[in-house]
């Protein structure tokens, strides 16, 4: 049994991290490949009303259990199935659910804090940081939490500048450092990711 190929893609929020990670994906659908993201880890609010789930800042490590995820990418990479938990954005808290994940040859990890945790970070053969300006991430942000995450535009902008932004600053643009690829505008930049989807076919080819 080969250890799967593990990739980390980071970001600010609204980066386009997702957008990078389904550019990879579509590109290897004939692989056994697979995206886990680090927000199916937020920690367990259940115990806590709605109201106080709203207070919580979602953008500091603490807010994740990165411990689960580093557990589970150590199951996959022993050829063992996982069970990934889910997450309620609307809610803010765990869904009841869970989503079985079965060794794969690929895993991408995606989230905005996946290179900060340096055991997770040790986990990865490819840390890829797409890195797009924060004006273009608040616009598109808004659209979304509105449009997908039952948020008003007030409370997008109070939690953009009292926790989105600072935490931004403080603990994910530092993680550029630990990049092996940065990728300027994510999936529009079709040069860059073109060159990430070589390299990973070279990888899976037997090259290095
Ligand atoms: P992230 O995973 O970093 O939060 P997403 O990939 O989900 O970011 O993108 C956030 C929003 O921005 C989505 O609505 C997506 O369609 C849009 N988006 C992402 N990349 C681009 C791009 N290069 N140009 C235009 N819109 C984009
Ligand atoms: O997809 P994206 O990378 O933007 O997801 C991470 C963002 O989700 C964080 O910036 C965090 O503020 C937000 N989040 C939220 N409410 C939650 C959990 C996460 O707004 N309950």
């Given at each position: 049994?080969?250890?799967?190929?593990?990739?980390?893609?980071?970001?600010?929020?609204?980066?386009?991290?997702?957008?990078?990670?389904?550019?990879?994906?579509?590109?290897?659908?004939?692989?056994?490949?697979?995206?886990?993201?680090?927000?199916?880890?937020?920690?367990?609010?259940?115990?806590?009303?709605?109201?106080?789930?709203?207070?919580?800042?979602?953008?500091?490590?603490?807010?994740?259990?990165?411990?689960?995820?580093?557990?589970?990418?150590?199951?996959?990479?022993?050829?063992?199935?996982?069970?990934?938990?889910?997450?309620?954005?609307?809610?803010?808290?765990?869904?009841?659910?869970?989503?079985?994940?079965?060794?794969?040859?690929?895993?991408?990890?995606?989230?905005?804090?996946?290179?900060?945790?340096?055991?997770?970070?040790?986990?990865?053969?490819?840390?890829?940081?797409?890195?797009?300006?924060?004006?273009?991430?608040?616009?598109?942000?808004?659209?979304?939490?509105?449009?997908?995450?039952?948020?008003?535009?007030?409370?997008v902008?109070d939690q953009y500048?009292?926790a989105v932004?600072?935490?931004?600053?403080?603990?994910?643009?530092?993680?550029?450092?630990?990049?092996?690829?940065?990728?300027?505008?994510?999936?529009?930049?079709?040069?860059?990711?073109?060159?990430?989807?070589?390299?990973?076919?070279?990888?899976?080819?037997?090259?290095?």
């Amino acid at each position: 049994m080969k250890k799967p190929l593990i990739i980390g893609v980071t970001g600010g929020s609204a980066s386009g991290k997702t957008s990078v990670s389904h550019a990879i994906l579509d590109n290897f659908e004939n692989e056994k490949i697979a995206m886990i993201e680090h927000d199916s880890y937020y920690k367990d609010q259940s115990n806590l009303t709605f109201e106080e789930r709203t207070k919580t800042n979602y953008d500091h490590p603490l807010a994740f259990d990165t411990d689960l995820l580093i557990a589970q990418l150590k199951e996959l990479s022993s050829d063992r199935a996982v069970d990934i938990p889910t997450y309620d954005y609307a809610n803010h808290t765990r869904s009841d659910k869970t989503k079985r994940q079965e060794p794969v040859d690929v895993v991408i990890v995606e989230g905005i804090l996946v290179l900060e945790n340096e055991k997770l970070r040790d986990l990865m053969d490819i840390k890829i940081f797409v890195d797009t300006d924060d004006d273009v991430r608040i616009i598109r942000r808004i659209r979304r939490d509105i449009e997908e995450r039952s948020r008003t535009l007030d409370s997008v902008i109070d939690q953009y500048l009292n926790a989105v932004k600072p935490m931004y600053h403080q603990f994910i643009e530092p993680t550029k450092r630990y990049a092996d690829v940065i990728i300027p505008e994510g999936v529009s930049n079709t040069v860059g990711v073109d060159i990430l989807i070589t390299k990973i076919a070279s990888i899976l080819q037997g090259g290095n």
